[in-house]
């Protein structure tokens, strides 16, 4: 009986460096792309002596930041963003990393993790506020039965991340989303609730 070939998939070459939380999400990227990655081990290893070492990292290379889409994954996001204005954001869902109630990107599989690359957002250095509380409640996304699940389904559909209606905001004017992008996604959410 013949062997059949192991046909290992080609992986994706990233330039960037990709920052992520833990070794578990180093090991879930690996299978699907070829990339240097580093882990931050978690927020409560988010010292000033880490933050410094991406910082310097930051000064002759790209990054892309791509955490958990929780709130410690959040929390991270916006350190960073402070201290690296100019840090690529990789977002994934929360129902595409969840596992056993457990929510992190080692819990993704390949097509998420690689879809999440592919859509690599950098913040907007000059937030133009494009958009308004006004925005947000006129198309549903501070109150009413819906709410949460509408931003769910704009921040996936956006490739952003979920959040509440006052982060919502800030994301849509940091994230450079355009006009067209926000009324045609509110479109499909309409269609589809």
Do not use: C, W
């Amino acid at each position: 009986m013949k062997k059949k070939p192991n046909k290992q998939k080609e992986k994706i070459k990233i330039k960037e460096i990709i920052v992520v939380e833990g070794r578990d999400d180093i090991t879930a990227i690996k299978r699907v792309v070829d990339a240097h990655i580093i882990a931050l081990n978690g927020f409560s290893a988010l010292s000033k002596k880490t933050i410094n070492k991406i910082v310097e990292l930051s000064k002759n290379n790209d990054l892309i930041l791509f955490t958990d889409p929780d709130f410690a994954g959040k929390k991270i996001r916006d350190t960073l963003k402070k201290y690296i204005p100019n840090i690529k954001h990789a977002f994934i869902s929360q129902k595409n990393a969840t596992k056993n109630d457990n929510i992190g990107v080692e819990n993704a599989n390949d097509e998420s993790i690689l879809e999440a690359l592919k859509n690599v957002i950098t913040a907007n250095q000059n937030i133009e506020n494009r958009f308004s509380i006004e925005d947000l409640i006129d198309n549903g996304f501070v109150s009413g039965s819906n709410a949460k699940k509408r931003r769910v389904m704009l921040g996936d559909t956006l490739k952003i991340g979920y959040y509440n209606a006052k982060q919502l905001l800030k994301a849509l004017n940091s994230f450079n989303i355009s006009r067209e992008q926000f009324e045609k996604t509110v479109e499909e959410i309409n269609k589809s609730i």
